[in-house]
Nanobody
Framework: QVQLVESGGGLVQAGGSLRLACAAS????????MGWFRHAPGTEREFVAA????????YYTDSVKGRFTISRDNAKNTVYLQIYSLKPEDTAVYYC???????????????????????WGQGTQVTVSS
C-alpha cells in the first residue's frame, strides 16, 4: 500500500496562494489516481480535487473551480494542489489520498467518494486569515 506525506500548508492571508505537495512511496505511483480532500472543524470531510493516473483528467468540486489546480509529476511520485485566491472558508486540514487507477473512469459520472481511496496521508493544516 502506498504511503503518503503532505507538505506545504501554513497560515496565509485571504487572497494569498499556497502549493500543497503530497509525496508517495512504497508503490508504483502511476498505478494510482490521486485526490485531495479537506476537513474543517464541525464539517464532514469534503472532496476537493482529483487527477487520473497520467494527469490527463482532473476533477474538482464546484466551490474550488478556477482557484485550485491539481497536478502530478509521476517522475517525482508527487501530486500537487495549487491554491489561489485563498478564502477564510478554505481553512481546513488538507489530505491527499490514493485510489486504484480504475476509479478515475467512474469520476466522469460522479465525483470521488472517500470510499474510493485506500491510502491517506496525515494531512497538512491550511489556515486563512481574513
Amino acid at each position: 500500500q502506498v504511503q503518503l506525506v503532505e507538505s506545504g500548508g501554513g497560515l496565509v492571508q485571504a487572497g494569498g496562494s499556497l502549493r500543497l505537495a503530497c509525496a508517495a512511496s512504497g508503490g508504483t505511483f502511476s498505478n494510482y489516481a490521486m485526490g485531495w480532500f479537506r476537513h474543517a472543524p464541525g464539517t464532514e470531510r469534503e472532496f476537493v480535487a482529483a487527477i487520473n493516473w497520467n494527469g490527463g483528467s482532473t476533477y474538482y468540486t464546484d466551490s474550488v473551480k478556477g482557484r485550485f489546480t491539481i497536478s502530478r509529476d509521476n517522475a517525482k511520485n508527487t501530486v500537487y494542489l495549487q491554491i489561489y485566491s485563498l478564502k477564510p472558508e478554505d481553512t481546513a486540514v488538507y489530505y491527499c489520498a490514493a485510489a486504484g487507477w480504475g476509479f478515475a473512469t467512474l469520476w466522469h459520472i460522479g465525483l470521488p467518494s472517500p470510499a474510493d481511496f485506500g491510502s491517506w496521508g496525515q494531512g497538512t493544516q491550511v489556515t486563512v486569515s481574513s
